[in-house]
């Protein structure tokens, strides 16, 4: 088995190993493995011989390392259209995202008329003790014009080592003056989960990627819940992964795991027997048998499948919404030194029952489909889903995924959660809840 850095969805710390043939004589086993490799070191010639005639004649001098970086991107994108090549910078951003913490400030931002304008302060962090505020618009970032930035670079300008000082040059609505924000970088998580009771008797969990800490999160959420409402009066939970693109395969696992008391939760097969790996579920339910409905949607895919699957195939929870995205596979993510990473997918996963939702997603056990209001119904909301996508994996004849991604922003418009919430009060009845069928409600 190789050693790697961190499995998409999975968290496997290690390091990056490669084979050492010991026997050169054993290379080729039999003739048509030597014919093959012959065939493969005539490629790689072709490569070499390109690879020369651009570097002589483009009409502009290029960059070796970028041919060889662009070569690389092109071999892995035409492998399927999650493998790909990160240099050593989106590597980076990459392991940032999946560890769930990084340096930074805690301002969440978006592009405004060249600028950038505060969204918002995430709380306890450098920004919201500043007094940054939404509607704030950055225009300097330590002296430097923003203007002419794109948002990627300027997110890079405010993020850096903890405990290092950064200057914001701010627009602030109603201040005729330019108001200068002096901040020193701190650590800030990036929250994945997000929870609240509902009615006083229901607990709804927003769960919006897999990252480092998410079960931490939804555990303490749980624990927050249940000693807020008093158990007889806690009518269950809802778990929220609609618009979840998914992320680290462990905390899936885990996440699943808190709703289960035994069984499998997944498995994952890569192309030899000996990679496949199943993760069971260990004794206790942290919710404690109460009800479980998981709210799915086309943005839901990878990890946020696994979970729904999980829970759909033991029957612990219903799931409601419409279809996922169907993203059935796992990325590898290969560590190259200091020349960034590779995303390569190395395996398929299967629920419980067997089934790989591989460009099929997974289908509701109660299907309601969210409304769409007049001034959005010339927008389209709908995901491909895998099997609209160019060079997926693909899954047998019947590969049908995605479906709208639109959740409505006011609570009294969005049907899938109400539907959700009216079957734990018992307003609604379904013969799909608690767990035992399919129907389907439009």
Same mark, same amino acid.
């Given at each position: 088995?190789?050693?790697?850095?961190?499995?998409?969805?999975?968290?496997?710390?290690?390091?990056?190993?490669?084979?050492?043939?010991?026997?050169?004589?054993?290379?080729?086993?039999?003739?048509?493995?030597?014919?093959?490799?012959?065939?493969?070191?005539?490629?790689?010639?072709?490569?070499?011989?390109?690879?020369?005639?651009?570097?002589?004649?483009?009409?502009?001098?290029?960059?070796?390392?970028? !041919?060889?970086?662009?070569?690389?991107?092109?071999?892995?994108?035409?492998?399927?259209?999650?493998?790909?090549?990160?240099?050593?910078?989106?590597?980076?951003?990459?392991?940032?995202?999946?560890?769930?913490?990084?340096?930074?400030?805690?301002?969440?931002?978006?592009?405004?008329?060249?600028?950038?304008?505060?969204?918002?302060?995430?709380?306890?962090?450098?920004?919201?003790?500043?007094?940054?505020?939404?509607?704030?618009?950055?225009?300097?970032?330590?002296?430097?014009?923003?203007?002419?930035?794109? !948002?990627?670079?300027?997110?890079?300008?405010?993020?850096?080592?903890?405990?290092?000082?950064?200057?914001?040059?701010?627009?602030?609505?109603?201040?005729?003056?330019?108001?200068?924000?002096?901040?020193?970088?701190?650590?800030?998580?990036?929250?994945?989960?997000?929870?609240?009771?509902?009615?006083?008797?229901?607990?709804?969990?927003?769960?919006?990627?897999?990252?480092?800490?998410?079960?931490?999160?939804?555990?303490?959420?749980?624990?927050?819940?249940?000693?807020?409402?008093?158990?007889?009066?806690?009518?269950?939970?809802?778990?929220?992964?609609?618009?979840?693109?998914?992320?680290?395969?462990?905390?899936?696992?885990?996440?699943?795991?808190?709703?289960?008391?035994?069984?499998?939760?997944?498995?994952?097969?890569?192309?030899?027997?000996?990679?496949?790996?199943?993760?069971?579920?260990?004794?206790?339910?942290?919710?404690?048998?109460?009800?479980?409905?998981?709210?799915?949607?086309?943005?839901?895919?990878?990890?946020?499948?696994?979970?729904?699957?999980?829970?759909?195939?033991?029957?612990?929870?219903?799931?409601?919404?419409?279809?996922?995205?169907?993203?059935?596979?796992?990325?590898?993510?290969?560590?190259?030194?200091?020349?960034?990473?590779?995303?390569?997918?190395?395996?398929?996963?299967?629920?419980?029952?067997?089934?790989?939702?591989?460009?099929?997603?997974?289908?509701?056990?109660?299907?309601?489909?969210?409304? !769409?209001?007049?001034?959005?119904?010339?927008?389209?909301?709908?995901?491909?889903?895998?099997?609209?996508?160019?060079?997926?994996?693909?899954?047998?004849?019947?590969?049908?995924?995605?479906?709208?991604?639109?959740?409505?922003?006011?609570?009294?418009?969005?049907?899938?959660?109400?539907?959700?919430?009216?079957?734990?009060?018992?307003?609604?009845?379904?013969?799909?809840?608690?767990?035992?069928?399919?129907?389907?409600?439009?």
């Amino acid at each position: 088995m190789r050693k790697v850095s961190l499995v998409l969805f999975g968290a496997v710390l290690g390091a990056t190993a490669a084979g050492v043939a010991t026997k050169p004589q054993a290379f080729f086993g039999t003739v048509a493995e030597a014919a093959g490799a012959s065939d493969t070191y005539k490629q790689l010639n072709l490569f070499g011989d390109v690879f020369e005639r651009v570097r002589a004649d483009y009409v502009e001098k290029p960059e070796d390392g970028k !041919l060889i970086e662009g070569a690389i991107s092109g071999m892995l994108a035409g492998l399927d259209p999650h493998s790909s090549y990160m240099d050593a910078k989106q590597f980076k951003d990459m392991r940032q995202s999946t560890d769930g913490e990084f340096g930074g400030l805690g301002i969440r931002v978006q592009m405004f008329e060249k600028l950038i304008r505060v969204e918002g302060a995430i709380d306890d962090t450098p920004a919201a003790r500043a007094g940054i505020r939404a509607k704030d618009v950055i225009t300097q970032l330590d002296g430097q014009q923003v203007e002419g930035l794109t !948002l990627e670079q300027a997110v890079d300008k405010m993020r850096g080592p903890v405990g290092t000082p950064i200057t914001l040059t701010i627009q602030r609505e109603g201040v005729e003056k330019p108001v200068e924000v002096k901040l020193v970088r701190d650590k800030i998580k990036l929250d994945s989960v997000k929870w609240e009771i509902v009615n006083d008797d229901i607990g709804y969990i927003r769960i919006s990627q897999f990252n480092a800490i998410t079960f931490e999160q939804m555990n303490k959420g749980l624990d927050q819940i249940e000693d807020k409402v008093p158990g007889d009066k806690l009518k269950g939970f809802i778990i929220d992964l609609r618009n979840n693109p998914g992320g680290m395969l462990d905390q899936a696992i885990a996440v699943s795991d808190a709703f289960l008391e035994r069984g499998e939760i997944v498995t994952t097969r890569g192309r030899n027997p000996d990679e496949s790996q199943r993760y069971n579920a260990r004794p206790g339910d942290l919710a404690k048998g109460k009800p479980v409905i998981v709210l799915t949607n086309g943005g839901s895919a990878s990890a946020s499948e696994i979970v729904a699957g999980a829970l759909q195939d033991h029957k612990r929870a219903t799931v409601l919404g419409t279809r996922s995205f169907g993203k059935g596979s796992v990325q590898t993510i290969i560590p190259l030194g200091g020349n960034g990473a590779i995303r390569l997918t190395t395996a398929r996963y299967y629920t419980p029952s067997g089934k790989s939702i591989q460009a099929k997603g997974i289908v509701p056990d109660i299907e309601v489909k969210q409304e !769409l209001p007049e001034e959005m119904k010339d927008k389209d909301f709908d995901t491909k889903g895998e099997a609209g996508l160019k060079g997926h994996l693909k899954n047998g004849d019947d590969e049908a995924s995605g479906s709208s991604a639109y959740v409505p922003a006011e609570r009294k418009d969005d049907k899938q959660l109400n539907y959700a919430l009216d079957l734990l009060h018992g307003i609604q009845s379904n013969a799909a809840f608690p767990p035992s069928g399919k129907t389907s409600a439009n």
